[in-house]
């Protein structure tokens, strides 16, 4: 590694809002910048859901301005999104409407539809990835079924990060790991699957060609560089998939750990050099998704923050509240008096989080929380007690002794939700960074420009760079005896 600063823009966009990051690297740390942080709100049109393509990419523009402003012209640029959701264009390469939103409930009972076509089994057979009604396969197929008018005029189909160098560049590609996450990918070509394409009516030809993370894409257009000031600054394909970002900055010492991507969902994994797809990974719906490496990200989906996140919606209706303000009440709250199975289908899109917590527990024949803390409480304990479970079943998947529970994404600000984390699963969790998403962008478009060579350099560099807080078991006896009572309660799911 040189000892010469250069510095890196990261554009992180996740399912409620976006950031710019500047990240220097300089001796083998990297510090990190927030220039430009904007919400990114999910658009309701007569009932369907929507992302805002064009605010994503004008804050974008604004953020290299911001920039420019300042006096920095980053070296590259690397855009990390969530999953699953994409933009369709035609010929013309403009975009023929607004990308649906994962959370649009068209799609609700779509995998049993398509599982007539091709089974449930074959399917997760075929991609090792974990079934979800809002996966790409199942969106395009309710599309064709809906007879969508754009369907018969899709050209060309851009994941969200993807969708977004292209506005910037004017080139299109398919970066490996986001395209892992449609269930449309063989695990072990990395190439789309020909059989699932063909059920829904397309073939490879409807992608751009697939990339891998730190292949450059191409410059600023002249577009952008006229409307922001910048130069040609290229634009690298980073591990756009959000979590396959995270997962790189994980500042573990070694093999053995498991991660947690805490934020709007959380995704609990390992890293595993092959896929890993047999009756038990079906039976449990684990995922094999694309690593920034070419590993394989084997994890479990799971409801994380959104939960507090549509509460909080609520309790500022109101009177506006924090989240720390959250986690006080929850602190005062008594312990373990009921508790929800998170992932619960009632929980994913209701209309009252509210009301859906206390339906949950009405039909469990639990007590019923009432107040703010004793709601909080209850999804803070219950989700400590979703991660054990989710973190027994890694263990019997895993070829090696999971020491350490790493947590990363801004749920690891949560010192309260750590340490109850850490007594549910009796493991020492280590937090940080939570703006690991970024870091892992920054790295790899750091790799990209030679200044970092491998995997471990990347972690040691976020070891050496960031706080880190470690959190050991404590009262474990008494965690296990409530752990039976959350099984109980959550037995049907």
Same mark, same amino acid.
């Given at each position: 590694?040189? =000892?010469?600063?250069?510095?890196?823009?990261? *554009?992180?966009?996740?399912?409620?809002?976006?950031?710019?990051?500047?990240?220097?690297?300089?001796?083998?740390?990297?510090?990190?910048?927030? !220039?430009?942080?904007? $919400?990114?709100?999910?658009?309701?049109?007569?009932?369907?859901?929507?992302?805002?393509?064009?605010?994503?990419?004008?804050? !974008?523009?604004?953020?290299?301005?911001?920039?420019?402003?300042?006096?920095?012209?980053?070296?590259?640029?690397?855009?990390?999104?969530?999953?699953?959701?994409?933009?369709?264009?035609?010929?013309?390469?403009?975009?023929? $409407?607004?990308?649906?939103?994962?959370?649009?409930?068209?799609?609700?009972?779509?995998?049993?539809?398509? @599982?007539?076509?091709?089974?449930?089994?074959?399917?997760?057979?075929?991609?090792?990835?974990? *079934?979800?009604? @809002?996966?790409?396969?199942?969106?395009?197929?309710?599309?064709?079924?809906?007879?969508?008018?754009?369907?018969?005029?899709?050209?060309?189909?851009?994941?969200?990060?993807?969708?977004?160098?292209?506005?910037?560049?004017?080139?299109?590609?398919?970066?490996?790991? #986001?395209?892992?996450?449609?269930?449309?990918?063989?695990?072990?070509?990395?190439?789309?699957?020909?059989?699932?394409?063909?059920?829904?009516?397309?073939?490879? =030809? +409807?992608?751009?060609?697939?990339?891998?993370?730190?292949?450059?894409?191409?410059?600023?257009?002249?577009?952008?560089?006229?409307?922001?000031?910048?130069?040609?600054?290229?634009?690298?394909?980073?591990?756009?998939?959000?979590?396959?970002?995270?997962?790189?900055?994980?500042?573990?010492?070694?093999?053995?750990?498991?991660?947690?991507?805490?934020?709007?969902?959380?995704?609990?994994?390992?890293?595993?050099?092959?896929?890993?797809?047999? /009756?038990?990974?079906?039976?449990?719906?684990?995922?094999?998704?694309?690593?920034?490496?070419?590993?394989?990200?084997?994890?479990?989906? !799971?409801?994380?923050?959104?939960? #507090?996140?549509?509460?909080?919606?609520?309790? /500022?209706?109101?009177?506006?509240?924090?989240?720390?303000?959250?986690?006080?009440?929850?602190?005062?709250?008594?312990? @373990?008096?009921?508790?929800?199975?998170?992932?619960?289908?009632? @929980?994913?899109?209701?209309?009252?989080?509210?009301?859906?917590?206390?339906?949950?527990?009405?039909?469990?024949?639990?007590? *019923?929380?009432?107040?703010?803390?004793?709601?909080?409480?209850?999804?803070?304990?219950?989700?400590?007690?979703?991660? $054990?479970?989710?973190?027994?079943?890694?263990?019997?998947?895993?070829?090696?002794? #999971?020491?350490?529970?790493?947590?990363?994404?801004?749920?690891?600000?949560?010192?309260?939700? =750590?340490?109850?984390?850490?007594?549910?699963?009796?493991?020492?969790?280590?937090?940080?960074?939570?703006?690991?998403?970024? *870091?892992?962008?920054?790295?790899?478009?750091?790799?990209?420009?030679?200044?970092?060579?491998?995997?471990?350099?990347?972690? =040691?560099?976020?070891?050496?760079?960031?706080?880190?807080?470690?959190?050991?078991?404590?009262? #474990?006896?008494?965690?296990?005896? +409530?752990?039976?009572?959350?099984?109980?309660?959550?037995?049907?799911?």
């Amino acid at each position: 590694m040189g =000892n010469k600063s250069v510095s890196f823009l990261a *554009i992180d966009l996740g399912a409620s809002s976006g950031r710019a990051m500047l990240g220097i690297v300089e001796s083998g740390t990297l510090e990190l910048h927030e !220039i430009n942080r904007f $919400k990114n709100p999910i658009i309701d049109i007569h009932g369907r859901l929507y992302w805002d393509l064009f605010h994503l990419y004008s804050q !974008i523009l604004k953020s290299l301005k911001i920039a420019k402003n300042e006096g920095i012209e980053p070296a590259s640029i690397g855009i990390d999104t969530w999953g699953v959701d994409f933009v369709s264009f035609g010929k013309d390469g403009e975009p023929l $409407k607004m990308p649906y939103s994962y959370r649009d409930t068209h799609t609700f009972g779509a995998p049993e539809k398509f @599982f007539e076509k091709i089974s449930r089994r074959e399917v997760y057979r075929k991609t090792g990835i974990q *079934i979800m009604n @809002f996966n790409t396969l199942f969106q395009l197929d309710t599309q064709l079924r809906e007879q969508n008018p754009i369907y018969p005029s899709i050209d060309k189909i851009l994941f969200m990060p993807d969708a977004l160098s292209y506005l910037l560049t004017g080139k299109m590609v398919t970066e490996y790991t #986001i395209a892992s996450t449609s269930q449309l990918i063989d695990p072990y070509t990395r190439k789309f699957d020909a059989d699932l394409l063909s059920a829904i009516k397309l073939n490879e =030809n +409807h992608f751009a060609p697939i990339v891998f993370a730190g292949t450059t894409i191409g410059a600023l257009s002249k577009s952008v560089q006229n409307q922001t000031g910048c130069g040609a600054i290229p634009v690298v394909a980073v591990a756009g998939h959000d979590t396959a970002s995270a997962v790189l900055a994980t500042p573990a010492a070694n093999k053995h750990f498991a991660y947690l991507s805490s934020g709007t969902w959380s995704l609990m994994g390992i890293e595993s050099e092959q896929p890993v797809i047999n /009756d038990t990974t079906f039976a449990l719906n684990f995922t094999n998704e694309g690593g920034a490496d070419g590993s394989v990200r084997l994890l479990k989906n !799971i409801c994380g923050m959104w939960l #507090i996140e549509q509460c909080k919606k609520e309790w /500022d209706n109101n009177d506006e509240i924090s989240y720390q303000d959250i986690v006080d009440a929850a602190k005062q709250a008594q312990p @373990f008096r009921c508790f929800i199975y998170p992932d619960a289908p009632i @929980f994913a899109s209701p209309n009252s989080m509210i009301d859906a917590i206390r339906q949950f527990c009405t039909e469990t024949g639990q007590y *019923i929380p009432q107040t703010m803390g004793e709601i909080a409480r209850c999804i803070y304990e219950s989700l400590a007690f979703r991660y $054990k479970q989710v973190l027994n079943d890694l263990q019997k998947l895993a070829s090696f002794p #999971i020491d350490v529970l790493h947590i990363i994404g801004g749920g690891s600000q949560n010192d309260m939700l =750590n340490t109850y984390t850490a007594n549910a699963i009796g493991k020492k969790v280590i937090a940080g960074p939570s703006e690991a998403t970024a *870091i892992g962008n920054i790295l790899v478009q750091a790799q990209t420009a030679g200044l970092v060579n491998n995997k471990q350099e990347m972690r =040691n560099m976020v070891a050496q760079s960031f706080d880190l807080k470690t959190f050991l078991p404590e009262d #474990i006896q008494n965690w296990e005896s +409530h752990y039976a009572e959350y099984l109980q309660a959550t037995h049907n799911f």
